[in-house]
Nanobody
Framework: QVQLVESGGGLVQAVGSLRLSCATS??????????MVWYRQAQGKQRELFAD???????NYADYVKGRFTISRDNPKKTVHLQMSSLKPEETGIYYC???????????WGQGTQVTVSS
């Protein structure tokens, strides 16, 4: 079983910064690092993918976060980080970590962490 636990959310003023983390815990499975993804969901809106990092460290970003967000991973610690800067009020929402197992394709979501950006 694989579980993802996000942390680091909170209240921040506009143009401020915040660092999120996503820790992976495993039990009873052979864990194979795969692409890790960050999604966010604003109230009343669909969940949207905005950053991912492959097992080798290759990154992709949605245009609206490029230059402001940085995703990174620490494979030995099975942790992914998301450094966010120049945050905007419209980026308020719940931020989720996600992975799909490279062998089984089984999806796993974290419980989410709330990010609130005040104007």
């Amino acid at each position: 079983q694989v579980q993802l636990v996000e942390s680091g959310g909170g209240l921040v003023q506009a143009v401020g910064s915040l660092r999120l983390s996503c820790a992976t815990s495993t039990s009873g499975v052979i864990f194979v690092p795969g692409t890790m993804v960050w999604y966010r969901q604003a109230q009343g809106k669909q969940r949207e993918l905005f950053a991912d990092v492959s097992s080798s460290g290759l990154t992709n970003y949605a245009d609206y976060v490029k230059g402001r967000f940085t995703i990174s991973r620490d494979n030995p610690k099975k942790t992914v980080h998301l450094q966010m800067s120049s945050l905007k009020p419209e980026e308020t929402g719940i931020y989720y970590c996600y992975r799909k197992d490279p062998f089984t394709n089984r999806p796993t979501w974290g419980q989410g962490t709330q990010v609130t950006v005040s104007s």
